[in-house]
């Protein structure tokens, strides 16, 4: 079992920036990932961004390509996501999940209980 405690959310105006950070307990292996997803209100949940845990390979949705990165800090079994230039549209929940081995869509199995951020314009 996976444990997922989201912070950092918050309100920032378009431009600006803010840090999500992750915290899990639990061991999700060399075979899995961990990602960010977040979901507007009327919206459906969407990945923001993946990385892997074997490779560290990392993918991200092409609305926040080149202005958010996601890491993994494996010492500290922590998820980040460092959120630049931030628009109104990435106002949203925002979800850290992992699995240690679906990955796939929104099948992953643990969910933290999200972070809220507001971007305004």
């Known amino acids: 079992q996976v444990q997922l405690v989201e912070s950092g959310g918050g309100s920032v105006q378009a431009g600006g920036s803010l840090r999500l950070s992750c915290a899990a307990s639990g061991y999700i292996g060399s075979s899995g990932c961990m990602a960010w997803f977040r979901q507007a209100p009327g919206k459906e949940r969407e990945r923001v961004a993946i990385?892997?845990?074997?490779?560290?390979?990392?993918y991200y949705h092409h609305l926040v390509k080149g202005r958010f990165t996601i890491s993994r800090d494996t010492a500290k079994n922590t998820l980040s996501l460092q959120m630049n230039s931030l628009k109104p549209e990435d106002t949203a929940m925002y979800y850290c999940?992992?699995?240690?081995?679906?990955?796939?869509?929104?099948?992953?199995?643990?969910w933290g209980q999200g972070t809220q951020v507001n971007v305004s314009s």
């Open positions: 999940a992992a699995d240690s081995s679906r990955c796939a869509g929104t099948d992953l199995r643990f």
């Open positions: 990385i892997y845990t074997d490779f560290g390979s990392t």
